[in-house]
């Protein structure tokens, strides 16, 4: 599961990415696409901590959440900006991944144990 969340943590900004640049060009003059730029920047976020975090469950959740809420909001704001709808469906996608990693993964568990200490004598 670790190298599917890091391959598609890529493939998110690599898309992110692309929007951004197609924002740019396209809309460089009215800046339209405000919410292109927020579903674009939310993916590159959680992408980012997809790609940091791979071992941590409690940073998996928060890359769902913000996966599932690009998504959300990219297919509600679709309706506007139909190239929108690509990247919002992407994004949902991913939030399932992460979903299914966060039941499927084994994480790993911090040692809390501590070592015995060594026996030394005491000097008289």
Do not use: R
Not at 26 to 43: D, E, P, R, T, Y
Not at 71 to 82: Q, R
């Amino acid at each position: 599961m670790k190298t599917t969340k890091l391959v598609s943590s890529i493939v998110s900004i690599v898309l992110a990415a692309a929007g951004i640049c197609y924002e740019l060009i396209s809309h460089a003059k009215n800046f339209s696409g405000k919410s292109c730029w927020l579903v674009a920047i939310a993916m590159i976020v959680a992408g980012i901590i997809g790609i940091v975090t791979l071992s941590s469950k409690n940073w998996t959740i928060v890359a769902t959440v913000i996966y599932a809420a690009a998504g959300i909001f990219g297919i509600i704001k679709s309706f506007k900006y139909s190239g929108l709808l690509i990247g919002s469906i992407v994004s949902l996608v991913i939030a399932v991944i992460f979903l299914i990693s966060i039941f499927k993964q084994k994480y790993d568990v911090p040692n809390t144990t501590q070592a015995p200490a060594s026996a030394s004598t005491p000097k008289q």
